[in-house]
T-cell receptor
Framework: GEDVEQSLFLSVREGDSSVINCTYT??????LYWYKQEPGAGLQLLTY?????DMKQDQRLTVLLNKKDKHLSLRIADTQTGDSAIYFC???????????FGTGTRLLVSP | DGGITQSPKYLFRKEGQNVTLSCEQN?????MYWYRQDPGQGLRLIYY???????QKGDIAEGYSVSREKKESFPLTVTSAQKNPTAFYLC???????????FGPGTRLTVT
């Protein structure tokens, strides 16, 4: 099936690290993506990882990929209140040339 | 300034009326997509188009129609056959052969 699963909610304090998890289904995906959605806005591409990588770091963001378990995570270091948003992971459905999005994780950062 | 525009940001319609949502991109992308987002839920694919004059149904195409007469434009019509049209609608585009999608700001449609 095409279920990309994420936990619905994560709450952290400002300055802590946040880890958002995702499990995907399509082992043939070449790229996996993380998007951020602020209230009432469209999705903003945050980062992506190529399937032959285990880790990718981009400033405060670290993406970890475990292909064996089909598990993807996004770590945000030194989380700020401006990071409060919904975060979506997405896998490629290579057969139909489209992305399949997870349900989204709502991150709430408190001061 | 390249990007994707959707208009209007908010749209109100009475039940039984068709309504067309606009999506325009100047990124020279070949592929365009329409998603629906309901409160607390993820994105569901309505229709997508890989090339001009061609489009495919997504997971929830019933009650919707699209056209792709120009590369830059991919309008979505929400017909009266759509049972629960009130939602946030997002348009996206991507380059040929690439899956990385770029999103517009969305249109919130309310039907009463």
């Amino acid at each position: 099936g095409e279920d990309v699963e994420q936990s619905l909610f994560l709450s952290v304090r400002e300055g802590d690290s946040s880890v958002i998890n995702c499990t995907y289904t399509d082992s043939s995906s070449t790229y996996l993506y993380w998007y951020k959605q602020e209230p009432g806005a469209g999705l903003q591409l945050l980062t992506y990882i190529f399937s032959n990588m285990d880790m990718k770091q981009d400033q405060r963001l670290t993406v970890l990929l475990n292909k064996k378990d089909k598990h993807l995570s996004l770590r945000i270091a030194d989380t700020q209140t401006g990071d409060s948003a919904i975060y979506f992971c997405a896998e490629e459905n290579t057969g139909f040339q489209k992305l399949v999005f997870g349900t989204g994780t709502r991150l709430l950062v408190s001061p | 300034d390249g990007g994707i525009t959707q208009s209007p940001k908010y749209l109100f319609r009475k039940e039984g009326q068709n309504v067309t949502l606009s999506c325009e991109q100047n990124l020279n992308h070949d592929a365009m997509y329409w998603y629906r987002q309901d409160p607390g839920q993820g994105l569901r694919l309505i229709y997508y188009s890989q090339i001009v004059n061609d489009f495919q149904k997504g997971d929830i195409a019933e009650g919707y129609s699209v056209s792709r007469e120009k590369k830059e434009s991919f309008p979505l019509t929400v017909t009266s056959a759509q049972k629960n049209p009130t939602a946030f609608y997002l348009c996206a585009s991507s380059r040929e052969g690439a899956y990385e999608q770029y999103f517009g700001p969305g249109t919130r449609l309310t039907v009463t």
